[in-house]
């Protein structure tokens, strides 16, 4: 048994009590602890990616109890893709954090982050439904304190809306897992996948009920409209660098998706059949409408750039309902590059923010300080985020186009026009805020240069350009991936699960 | 005593959707309590009800398992109700400081103008 396989749950959930108990009291010690902790957890996923490439997906038996019964971790292709992108982007998240000073703006803010990053790993690893459900909690437990971090009066009212909504979502994700047990008495999901495929005709209604109920709370944490309310209020509120990192939040409701619906409801179960892509389909494609109308209409700059994540998770969700070989290397793509983007425009808007100490986009202010700087990156991760080459979205894109050949009517015009009215309310947003400020006469307020924040800023960038540059073969890398999704079989095996008299 | 169950499921579950909508957070959060409530019981029946058995076997005896109930949804449960217990207390905080920060209890943040 490969015990690496754990690392990326035990380092944190380690690391974080420690700062809590040990450091509370002192900064320096938290950030270097909390910095040497998300750097050794992406080394580990780094490590976990390349072994996840060269052999089949591999368990790891917690307490070694064995599958059904006990609760397992499973290594395959997509769980080490996102981790890597998780601790990439938590490291670039936490650099930004400290050199902006925000982790001092509040108590347990790298504790905080620990556990989050725990919450995630978990998620991406676990190999049992219920588990899922402990992590999703792990991890948002985590996010209701960093979402709040930094207090004042409109973050807190944003926080009771997230954490009341989530709290529901978790009730309704426990009614979906009971259902779920109780037409197939496991929830082990490779015993799941057994029990699903050859489930008697009777029990098709309960197994879909319970199907719908986890697609339900998934979409939740996925922003599929029409549950996508709790989204642009807490990123708009929540601290910059904690709405960059919550960008891999929504992306957990996509993986869950991917995972769940691929392995054990793929669109050949009889008992299902294609009915999940069938509702995603059209719930995707009005959450990009609404994303890139938000865009458009948004007053302020976080608020913008939460409905663009909202449109690219409509995106992602139009690739991901087709539950095929291409469309799901498509969707894996376009899920790493909207990651990135995201989390690099909630950076540079808390950059603007700073600076400009105003984010409505309806008035000039004055121009501010490393004005130009920031100005090219708003315009670069703009560029990426719409889908315009030569950056990682536009092939994004072109790989989800691809992929929905046979969809001409409908998705093809949805993401067409739907970029071009992102464009344009990318485009308004830039100039009024970089433009305009040059008529007003007044020299921009000085400010320091903050070499780690655009560090940060500018690491989330190039990822975004290598990602371009290789997409041939990491574009090779997750066709394989999608292959070992779409064949369930090698998961299965990698449980041993006992034979059935 | 499906029927009793189902229907106490129902109110509970009724009462805290009914709860979360209305405009106090005080309200939202009972609310929220009877709902974990509600699906906690939920869980619980989706071992099927027994009365009078066991959910742990007795050691060297021969095990029948028609004899015993099933132990996984008690499991679940437990773990559940942990869970919900945590979260409450942290919306409980949550709200408080949200109550000192605005001055109203009113969910928006502020009261509704007449």
Redesign the interface.
């Known amino acids: 048994m490969n015990h690496w396989i754990i690392a990326p749950v035990i380092l944190p959930a380690l690391l974080a009590p420690l700062i809590v108990l040990g450091m509370r009291n002192d900064l320096v010690l938290q950030r270097v602890f909390g910095l040497a902790g998300t750097l050794a957890l992406l080394l580990i996923s780094g490590g976990l990616l390349y072994t996840a490439s060269v052999n089949p997906p591999e368990v790891y038996f917690l307490g070694n109890w064995p599958a059904p019964f006990g609760i397992v971790l499973v290594l395959d292709r997509l769980a080490a893709i996102m981790l890597t992108l998780t601790a990439f982007l938590a490291l670039m998240v936490q650099l930004y954090a400290i050199g902006t000073g925000w982790d001092g703006r509040g108590k347990h803010f790298h504790a905080l982050f620990q556990f989050q990053l725990m919450g995630l790993c978990g998620a991406f690893l676990t190999g049992d439904a219920?588990n899922l459900f402990?992590f999703f909690?792990v991890l948002?437990?985590a996010s209701?304190?960093l979402m709040?971090h930094g207090?004042?009066?409109?973050r807190?009212?944003a926080?009771?809306?997230y954490?009341?909504y989530n709290?529901?979502g978790?009730?309704l994700f426990?009614?979906g897992?009971?259902?779920l047990?109780?037409v197939t008495g496991t929830?082990n999901m490779a015993d799941l996948a057994v029990k699903v495929a050859s489930l008697p005709e009777g029990d098709a209604a309960l197994i879909r009920v319970a199907g719908v109920l986890l697609l339900l709370v998934f979409a939740i944490k996925g922003a599929l409209v029409p549950l996508h309310f709790w989204l642009p209020a807490t990123y708009a509120n929540a601290p910059g660098p904690v709405a960059a990192l919550f960008a891999v939040m929504t992306k957990v409701g996509a993986y869950a998706t991917l995972r769940l619906y691929s392995l054990v409801f793929p669109p050949d179960t009889p008992a299902t059949g294609a009915l999940f892509g069938d509702l995603l389909l059209p719930a995707a494609l009005v959450t990009l409408a609404v994303g890139a109308l938000g865009v458009l209409g948004a007053v302020t700059l976080p608020r913008l750039v939460a409905f663009a994540a909202i449109a690219s998770m409509g995106t992602l969700f139009i690739a991901l309902s087709g539950f095929t070989a291409e469309s799901t290397a498509a969707t894996l793509y376009y899920l790493i590059h909207s990651t990135l983007a995201t989390g690099a425009l909630f950076l540079i808007a808390d950059l603007v923010q700073a600076r400009r100490g105003d984010s409505s986009l309806r008035h000039a202010c004055p121009p501010i300080a490393q004005q130009g700087l920031i100005a090219a990156l708003f315009f670069a991760t703009a560029i990426a985020l719409a889908g315009m080459p030569p950056l990682s979205g536009f092939l994004g894109k072109l790989l989800i186009l691809d992929a929905t050949r046979d969809n001409l009517t409908t998705v093809w015009p949805t993401i067409l026009v739907t970029s071009l009215v992102i464009i344009i309310g990318f485009s308004r947003a830039g100039s009024q805020l970089f433009w305009k400020s040059h008529a007003s006469p007044a020299d921009p307020a000085p400010r320091a240069a903050e070499p780690l924040a655009f560090t940060a800023v500018f690491a989330l960038l190039a990822a975004l350009v290598a990602l371009t540059l290789l997409a041939g073969p990491v574009t090779a890398y997750l066709q394989a991936t999608a292959a070992e999704l779409m064949d369930g079989a090698a998961y299965v095996a990698a449980n041993r699960l006992p034979e059935l008299p | 005593m499906e029927l009793t169950l189902a229907i106490a499921i129902g109110i509970l579950f009724g009462s805290g959707v009914w709860l979360i909508l209305r405009p106090r957070t005080f309200q939202v959060i009972v609310g929220l309590c009877l709902m974990s409530y509600g699906v906690n019981l939920f869980i619980f029946s989706m071992g099927r009800l027994r009365m009078g058995a066991a959910p742990i076997l007795t050691k060297g005896a021969e095990i029948d398992p028609s004899r015993y109930s099933d132990p996984v949804p008690q499991a679940l449960v437990l773990t559940a109700i942990v869970i919900s217990f945590a979260t409450t207390a942290l919306f409980l905080v949550v709200l408080l400081a949200s109550r000192g920060f605005t001055g109203t209890d009113h969910v928006d943040g502020k009261e509704r103008e007449q």
Do not use: K
Not at chain 1, 151 to 154: F, I, P, T, V
């Open positions: 219920f402990v909690e948002l437990i209701y304190g709040i207090g004042g009066r409109d807190l009212r926080g009771v809306q954490v009341a709290l529901l978790s009730t426990l009614f897992l009971a259902t047990y109780s929830l």
